[in-house]
């Protein structure tokens, strides 16, 4: 076999099995992750990530930027990346009533490869998680002078695979686009636990395939040999999707979910709502850097129209009105580095610091301990996110070819704070290693 079939032959069997695991993994513990389409993913490169998640303006010939798809142009017409990323994270959660509790998560982040077509023309493929549902909560409540104990679990997600090309027309201008298929299975369901009797179970169930696209374009001014400034932006329509949901109503002798297994006793209720809809925003994002050989610094605007899109009422009781919120983020980051051509390993370490501020696109119903009565879904809040990261990008270089490839590690702290009481307060530190490796692309060595 030579060494153009081998490669491809790699690169699909290693896709095809990511595939699989990053469609198994749910990574999430959070009961905001019941609303909408679960907590949104924003992936970005590790590099970046630590950066405070800077996208829109990075260009940069050895990193992959699928955020956006203009950047491709920047590689040369020899090199091929890969790069992959995994974080762990602990989420400490608080509602001000209960006691603190602390969940542990990790997640294969994406793998991502990117090689030149032409010269002037790049393309890439990778795989990333979209969403991600996971929850487990309940409280007890009272009808009648009769308490009983409702739980609400949920598992899924999204996840998108994606290609993309771009093509560097004119010197110092860009254009690119990235075509995705979105796919995920959701399951959520309500279990109501009386003091004597049978426990019912409500369900549903329902898979999303969707395609959708991103183009994205940039712009570099050289100020000088070393110095340029970089402006970028992306824009991705209005997604409209169509998909069946199932319900169904059960009944069991005890929580099916603490005896895995076992069969309803009874099936109250199957239906199925057909071509139920599904919108994701309009998004647009926009964004500058400056960079030297030495020193990069920049920030990140994106916002997205989620206000009244369409949404099956059934799945969160809430109205058109009042579920999604129209979302913004804005991330601010920087790179520095000693000396990238120093024979001293400290420097060429490069060293990364950022931060972000977001809001959440959907509103949640919230509970009165209060009321046990009457005070399900009393109201409705949200909440805003705070970011701070920190990282280290540690270089290694392959002496036969003379590429340079980076071992990038970052520290993350976020904080979820709500805007009503009895809301939960997420405070989550995160740790994520990434691997981005540049190689020839089909260079066959002469010598071993």
């Given amino acids: 076999m030579n ?37 949104l993913m924003n992936p970005v490169p590790s590099a970046s990530e630590a950066m405070g998640g ?13 955020v956006n798809p203009a950047s491709y142009s920047k590689l040369d017409t020899l090199t091929f990346i890969f790069d992959l990323g995994i974080s762990g994270h602990m989420a400490r959660m608080s509602d001000g009533v209960t006691d603190t509790r602390d969940f542990y998560n990790g997640n294969l982040d994406y793998v991502a490869i990117q090689f030149p077509l032409f010269r002037g023309i790049g393309a890439s493929i990778g795989l990333l998680p979209f969403s991600k549902m996971g929850y487990n909560f309940g409280s007890v409540r009272s009808v009648s002078n009769t308490q009983y104990q409702e739980t609400y679990r949920g598992t ?21 686009a990235n075509f995705s298929y ?14 004597s009797g049978l426990v019912g179970e409500t369900k549903y169930g329902y898979s999303f395939r969707e395609f959708k696209y991103d183009l994205g374009m940039q712009f ?5 040999k070393v110095r340029s400034v970089t402006f970028g932006a992306v824009y991705s329509p209005r997604l409209n999707a169509k998909t069946d949901v199932n319900p169904t109503e059960m009944l069991y002798t005890s929580d099916p979910y603490n005896t895995p297994g076992l069969s309803p006793s009874q099936v109250l209720k199957t239906d199925t709502l057909t071509n139920a809809s599904f919108q994701l925003p309009h998004t647009f994002g926009a964004g500058v850097t400056y960079s030297t050989d030495r020193f990069l610094v920049g920030i990140d605007g994106t916002y997205q129209l989620w206000k009244e899109l369409d949404y099956p009422d059934v799945l969160d ?14 991330n601010a980051g920087m790179e520095y580095v000693i000396d990238p051509m120093s024979q001293n390993y400290f420097h060429r370490v490069r060293f990364r610091g950022g931060l972000s501020y977001s809001n959440s696109y959907t509103n949640f119903s919230v509970n009165d301990p209060n009321d046990p009565v009457n005070g399900a879904g009393k109201y409705t809040g949200t909440f805003k996110e705070y970011g701070v990261n920190v990282g280290l990008g540690l270089p290694f270089r392959d002496y036969m070819s003379g590429h340079v490839s980076m071992l990038n590690i970052g520290f993350g702290y976020t904080r979820q704070q709500p805007d009503r009481d009895y809301m939960i307060k997420q405070d989550m530190f995160k740790i994520t290693i990434g691997v981005n490796i540049n190689e020839f692309w089909f260079f066959k060595r002469q010598f071993n």
Avoid at 156 to 176: F, K, M, V
């Fill in 3 to 39: 060494i153009r079939k081998k490669r491809f032959s790699l690169l699909i069997a290693f896709l095809s099995i990511t595939t699989v695991i990053i469609a198994q993994q749910v990574g999430s513990n959070s009961p905001y992750s019941r609303y909408g389409y679960g907590l």
């Fill in 54 to 66: 800077i996208s829109y303006g990075l260009r940069r010939s050895q990193q992959v930027n699928w």
């Fill in 156 to 176: 899924g997600g999204l996840n998108q695979i994606y290609g993309g090309i771009a093509w560097e027309p004119i010197q110092n201008i860009s254009i690119g």
């Fill in 182 to 195: 979105l796919f995920g299975n959701f399951s959520r369901s309500s279990v109501v636990v009386p003091a």
């Fill in 220 to 224: 570099t001014y050289p100020i000088d």
């Fill in 317 to 330: 009781n809430l109205s058109q009105e009042n579920r999604f919120n129209n979302a913004f983020r804005v």
